[in-house]
């Protein structure tokens, strides 16, 4: 085996040069970051657009269902109340003495459920009135036909009574479900 011999080179680096690496590290330290904060802010309103669909997706069917609960609609008002004074005190738990079964805890998360999406609606409603735009209102329409109203609409159908194709309603239906969300849970923290 031949022995080689290290070879030792020494560089001297100005401090320009040392400014230069040092400002080209800390841009792309900057540029990492921001890219998984908006990574994550992504992942957050996907999530919370994930939650409001899957709401309003069951709304009929938690509305059916609070119809023929065991509930008149006075009680149903008492429950709501009472969520709300939850919901507004420091942290929002349910008492597990005040649920005495599951039918009764099936019952109020549903009337809460449906009492925020309501709520939600309204507020969608006052911001169309406040704006008036057209494209607001279809995508609350479009909101409606698909979730709310009787029997719900295919996508064809609402497409073509809007006049648009079915690609921009489901892009409607998305960006209406994002603005539920919001009236609903508020801004998504950037």
């Keep these: 085996m031949m022995d080689q011999a290290e070879e030792r080179v020494e560089v ?11 400002g080209i590290a800390a841009e792309a330290a900057i540029n990492a970051v921001r890219s998984e904060e908006e990574a994550a802010y992504k992942r957050r ?51 597990p003495d005040r649920i005495a079964t599951e039918e009764e805890k099936r019952i109020q998360v549903n009337t809460y459920a449906v009492y925020r999406i309501e709520n939600g609606l309204k507020l969608f409603e006052e911001d169309i009135s406040i704006n008036d735009s057209e494209d607001m209102k279809r995508k609350y329409r479009l909101l409606r036909a698909k979730f709310i109203d009787g029997k719900p609409k295919m996508i064809g159908e609402m497409a073509e009574a809007e006049k648009i194709s079915e690609r921009q309603a489901y892009r409607d239906i998305n960006a209406a ?12 923290e950037e």
Excluded: C
Excluded at 12 to 22: K, T
Excluded at 177 to 188: C, E, H, P, R, T
């Design 45 to 95: 309103k996907k999530r919370l657009h994930n939650k409001v669909y899957k709401s309003l997706s069951s709304y009929r069917t938690m509305k059916k269902l609070l119809a023929q609960g065991r509930y008149e609609p006075r009680e149903q008002a008492e429950i709501r109340w009472k969520f709300m004074e939850d919901l507004m005190s420091n942290n929002f738990r349910v008492d």
């Design 12 to 22: 001297e680096l100005s401090y320009d040069v040392i400014a230069q690496i040092s």
């Design 177 to 188: 479900v994002d603005l539920l969300a919001i009236y609903i849970y508020g801004a998504v």
